[in-house]
C-alpha cells in the first residue's frame, strides 16, 4: 500500500486504525478484501517514524482523554499537496489513482475533475510520443510491437479517465 | 495568433434545434481559432456537438447565430450556391462511412470535385492519379471500392477531399469504421500531409487520432471544456513509459 | 411508418382504378348479354315481321298467308316536321287506336298514351329533342301536346331509324342502307316543307305515335298518305327472314323487316360501347400493374429487413415469399371491393343513355360471376407486380436482408466516361440512369403504357368525330345523337381515370427515382454540386428514361387502338408529336417538386441515415 495513500486519507480528518481501514474498504469494495489487515498499521508506523505523523490521545474534556488517533503533522500536510499534484502514472494498478480521487474529494483539498484532466493532458503527450515512435519504426520490427502495446495500454487507459471524468462530473451534480 | 495567419475563424457559434421545451443547444457560443497549417483535435463523448460543430465549419449546415469567417470572408450568411462554392473550392471533407460512390472507380471517385470544379476530364484524371499516388493507392486506382479494404476506402476519400487543394480539411471521425491496422494507415497519412502544411480539423473520441493533433479541445454539451497544445516540448522520457530507468 | 401507410393506400388506388374499370365493363356486358331488345320486345308485344305497305289492300293477303299467328294494322304513316324549342326533325307519325294493340304495343315509359291532339314520342327521339310529358310541340304548324315517351321493337331506335337493316331481294342484298323503310320518304322532308335550314342527313327523322285521325290530319295534297305499316306474329318467330325473303322478291312488293335484324342493330349500338370500354379496362389494368410494380420495388428494399428477420427466426423462403404476397394480396383484394363499389356507382352513367330499351334502367345487375371477375383481375395485377420481387426477397440471403444491404448499383464504363464530358447536371443524371438500368427500365415502360393509353384514347377521339358520316354529337337542326353521346360519355369516363391513374403513376415513378436518388444527391452537393444542378439531374434522369417509352407508347396505343376498333386512321401527326413531349414535360416537372424537397435537407443528416 502506498504511503501516500494512508497519508492523503488522513488528510480530512484524524482517525483511528480502523477507520481507516473502512474509509479503504468502502472505496476498493472487492479489491479490498485482498488487503492484509495488519498492512495498514505498518504503513502507519512506517509514517510515524518519518515524522509525517503523529499519534496521541484525542483531548475529550479538560481531565478525560480518549481513544489515540493518528493525525498528520505540517510535514504530512506538506507531503500530501505534493503528491496530489504529481503525475507520474501508476503502473497496471489504477487503485493508487482511484484512491487520490476520493482522497481529494474527501479533504476538500482539490478538485478531482481538475486532477483527471491534468493526468489526460499528460497521458496523451505520452501517447503522442510513443506513437510517433511507433510511426517511425517499420513495419513488423520489434520495437514497433512493443510501441504498438504501450500505445493500445495508454489509449486504454485515457479511456478510464474520461469515464472518472464522467463519473465525477455526475457526482458533482447530484450532490 | 494574429488574424492573417488564421484559415477559420468562429464567433459565438450556435446551433439550436426546435423551439421552447424542446430546444436543444447542439453547439452553444463555441469560439474557436484554426491556424494555416495545424490539426487540430476535437473530443467529446457522442452527442456533445462536435460533428454538429464540424458541419457547421464545413458549409454543410447553417449555424443559427455567429461568426464564421474562412480566410478571411465571412461564410455563415453564404447562400446555397455560396455553400456549394465553397464546398467545391476551400473545404474538403471526410467521412465516417467514406461515402465513395460504389459503382466508380477510387480514380473516377477522386477525380469527381475536380469535374465538377469545370477542370477537363484529362486534367481531373490527371490530378486523381497524383493524389492516389501520394496517398499510397497508385497501383489501386482502377479497383472499385468493393475491392478494397476500409483503410483503403479512407484513404481513397481522404485523396478525393484533396482533389481540388483546399484550405481547410475538416474529418468526421475518419478512423470510426476502422480496425487499428487501418488507422495506423490513416494516422500516417495524416501526420504526411501535416508535414506538407496541410490544414486539418478532426472530429474524433480516438485518442490515437487527437494525439497526433498540435491542439486537442474536449467538447460537452455543445461547449468547448478544455483545451490542449500538445506540440512544444516533451513531457519525460520513453523509457520511463515500459518501467526501465528509475 | 407513415412511409408504409401512404404506398399501402397509393397501391389500393391503383388497383381500385383498374378494377372500376373492368366491373363497368363487365356491367356494359351484363347489359348486352341479356339483350335489351329480347326484353322489349317481349313487353311491348314485338311483332315478328313488320311489312310496309303502300295500299291497305296487300294487308288481307299477308293477313292470311300460312304461319301468321296475329297481327296487328294497317296503320297509316305520315310524314311531317316536327319543331320544338328552337330545333327540328322529320317524323314519321304513326296513327293509332287508343285501345292497345295485338302486336307491336309501344309500352310507355312516361306519360300516357296516344289521345286525340296527344301525341307519344319514341324515347332517343325525346332525348335528342329535348321534349318531356306535357311540353307543346309543333307538327306540320300544328301545336300538339307530348302525352307519354315510349320505347318499341317494331323499328330501330332513333337516330337510326333509317339505317336498319333492310331485306332485299336476296340475302346478300339484305344490308345496312341509308334507305329509310318507307319507300316515298326518300326526298328530305324537309326541304319538300320549305324549310330555309340546312337540309338533314336521313339520321335526322323520328318515330312518333298519335291518334289515326291526327295522323291523317298531317296529310296533305302536297304530303300525301302513301304508307301503311302492318305489324305480324308467327307461329313460329324464327321463320321470320324465310317468311319476308318469300315475299320481298315480287313484283311492287312492300317492305320488310324481321325482329332479327332489328335485333342485331341494336347489339351492334351495344356493342359499339364494348369497344371503346374493352381495351380501355385492358389498358387501365396495364398501368394498374405498372403503377404497383413501382410501388412494391419501393416496399420491397424497406421489406428485406423485415424477410431478413422472418429468416432469422426460422422461416423458409416459401414461407417469406408467401408473407409478402399475403399482405399485397390482402391489399388488392380491399382495392377489388373499392372498385367495385365504385363502378356499381358509375355505370348507370354509361348504360343507360345507349338504351332505347328497357332493362338498363338504374344498376345494371351485379351477378356473382361480375364480382368474381373484378377480384380475379385485382389478384392479378397484385400477383403480377409482386411475384417477381417476393421470389427475389425469398431468396436473398438473410445476412443481407438484415444488414439491409440493396442490389450494389450496376457500373457502365463507357457512360461513365461519356459523362465526363457533359456539364454537371447531364453528367449526374447520365450516372444516375446508368446506376440502376432497371429503374429506368420499369420508368421507361411505366410511361409507355401512359402513352399508350393516351395515343390510343386520342385515336378513338377522331375515329368517333368522323364515324357517323360526318355527324357531331349535335346535328344541322340541333339534336343531340345519343350513340356519340353515349360513347363520349364513355370515352370520358375512360379519359379521366387513365389521366388519373397516369398522373398517379408518374408521381409513383418520379418519386421513386428521387428517393433512390437520395444518397447520390447529398454525396454530390457535400463535394460542392449546387441544389439545383442536383435537381437538374434528377430530371435528366427523369427524362432519358422516359424518353424511348414516350415514343414506343405511340406505335403501341395506336396498334392497342386498331385492334379493339378495327379500321381507323391515325391521329393527326400533331396531336402525337404533342402527347409525346407533354409526357417529357410532365413527367419533367413532377420530379422537379420531390427533388427540391429532397434539397432542403441538410446534407449532413442525409448521409448519416443512407447507406450507399
Known sequence: MQQEVV??????????????????????????????????????????????????????????????????????????????????????????????????????????????????????????????????????SEAGLLLEGITLRLQADLRWLEACERSWTDRRKRS | MNEEESVLLARGLRKEYGIGEGLVRAVDAVDLEVARGETLAIMGPSGCGKSTMLHLMGGLDRPSAGELWLNGSRIDRLSERGLAQLRRHEIGFIFQAFHLMDELTAQENVELPALLAGRSPREARRRAFQLLDQVGLGERATHLPSALSGGQRQRVAIARALANEPLLVLADEPTGNLDSAATLEVLRLFEDLHTGGLTLVVVTHDERIAATADRMISMRDGAFVDETRLTGGTSGNLAGLIGLGS | MRHHLAQAVLLVIAIAAATATLTMALALNGVTSQPPYAATRAATKGPDVVAYLTSTSQAKKLVKAPGVANHSGPFPVASGIIRFDGRQADVFAEGRTTAPAEVDQPLVTSGTWVRPDGIVIQRTFADALGVSVGDQVTLNGESFAVAGIAVTAAQSAYPNLCNGTHLGPTPAASKFSDACPFPSFNIPLLSVHGSDTATASSDDVGQIWMTEADAIGLTSKVNPLTTYALNLKLTNPDNAQAFAYDRATAANAPLFSTWQGLGSEDAVLVEDGHGVLEPGAVLLALLAIASVAVLVGRRLSEYARRVGLLKAVGGTPSLVAATFLAENLVLALLAAVIGLLAGWLVSPLITSPGAALIGTAGAPSFSLSTAADVVGLAVVVALAATLLPAIRAARSSTVDALNDVARPPRRRRKLIGLSNRLPVPALFGLRLVARRPRRALLSAANIAVTVTGIVAVLAFHAYADGRLSGASAVTATGLSDPVINRDEQMLTVITVMLVTLAVLNALFTTWATVLDARHSSALMRALGARARQVTSGLVVAQVLSALPGAILGVPLGFGLFTAAVHGGALPPKSWLVATVIGTLIAMASLTVVPAQLGTRQPVAEVLASEAA
Open chain 1, 7 to 140: 497519508l492523503a486519507m488522513l488528510a480530512k480528518e484524524p482517525s483511528q486504525g480502523f477507520q481507516l481501514r473502512a474509509r479503504l474498504d468502502q472505496a476498493l469494495g472487492a479489491l479490498g478484501e485482498a488487503m492484509n489487515d495488519g498492512q495498514i498499521y505498518v504503513t502507519l508506523g512506517r509514517l510515524e517514524k518519518a515524522g509525517l505523523v503523529v499519534r496521541q490521545h484525542v483531548p475529550i474534556s479538560a481531565d478525560r482523554r480518549g481513544p489515540k488517533v493518528y493525525e498528520l503533522t505540517a510535514t504530512g500536510q506538506e507531503r500530501v499537496s505534493e503528491w496530489l499534484g504529481e503525475v507520474s502514472w501508476p503502473k497496471p494498478d489504477l487503485a493508487e489513482f482511484h484512491l487520490k480521487l476520493i482522497a481529494a474529494a474527501a479533504a476538500g483539498l482539490a478538485d478531482p475533475i481538475g486532477i483527471v484532466d491534468v493526468q489526460r493532458r499528460e497521458l496523451i503527450r505520452r501517447l503522442r510520443e510513443a506513437q510517433r515512435a511507433a510511426m517511425a519504426e517499420s513495419d513488423g
